[in-house]
């Protein structure tokens, strides 16, 4: 399979606890995208990497979340002191870089937070 | 602030019908412009995607129709079939012509009656 994959696929955690998601991308794809999608609506923006620089930070990243993509392969997603407000889809996607490019998303992973 | 508003809601269409899906856009910057198919549990999956320098894109059954002037676009699904039935979401982005930071509608549920 050479879509994106998302680790894991479904995580229930008590309010206040750490979490950790990752994704990993298209092979080729320099750009890396996290979105939140909560139930009823879009996927809403969070984060994308070109490579291994994170490039831009939506206003819905609070402090508590944070975005790592170390070698500019895989990424992880981690939010801290989790609140219930955070229980939702966490997407990840992939594109090339440059103008003809398409983003392509992974499963995603449903966070509840209990 | 909403950015893309997209409409309807929810429909229904008969198989084989036509079924017609609008989205409007503010910001004159966005210059990308996908629509995505989401299943339950799923992550969504590019469809079809358009860019301002042509008024129409078809593939398949599947026709974006874009209005510059208007800042709208619009999926037509011909020939629908049950299979098609999933949400829909249209999406615009503004990083000359790529996939970085998309916006998203809201979705629409599309639901074919065989």
């Known amino acids: 399979d050479t879509g994106v994959s998302q680790d894991p696929r479904h995580k229930i955690t008590k309010r206040g606890q750490n979490v950790t998601f990752r994704c990993d991308p298209i092979s080729e794809h320099n750009r890396l995208y996290w979105y939140r999608q909560t139930l009823g609506q879009g996927p809403e923006f969070l984060t994308y990497?070109?490579?291994?620089?994170?490039?831009?930070k939506s206003r819905l990243l609070s402090d508590r979340f944070s975005a790592e993509r170390p070698k500019g392969s895989f990424s992880t997603l981690e939010i801290q002191r989790t609140e219930q407000g955070d229980s939702a889809m966490y997407l990840c996607?992939?594109?090339?870089?440059?103008?003809?490019?398409?983003?392509?998303f992974g499963q995603g992973t449903r966070l509840t937070v209990v | 602030q909403q950015q893309v508003k997209q409409s309807p809601q929810s429909l229904i269409v008969q198989k084989g019908g036509i079924s017609i899906i609008n989205c409007a856009y503010e910001n004159t910057a966005f210059d990308y412009f996908p629509w995505y198919q989401q299943f339950p549990g799923k992550g969504p999956a590019l469809l079809i995607a358009i860019r301002p320098d042509v008024s129409e894109k078809k593939e398949g059954r599947f026709t974006i129709s874009f209005n510059k002037s208007a800042k709208q676009f619009s999926l037509h699904i011909m020939d629908s079939q049950p299979g098609d039935s999933a949400t829909y979401f249209c999406a615009a982005s503004g990083s000359r012509g790529g996939a970085d930071g998309l916006t998203f509608g809201k979705g629409t549920h599309l639901i074919i009656q065989p």
């Open positions: 990497f070109q490579n291994e620089a994170q490039l831009e």
């Open positions: 996607a992939s594109s090339l870089m440059g103008m003809n490019t398409e983003a392509f």
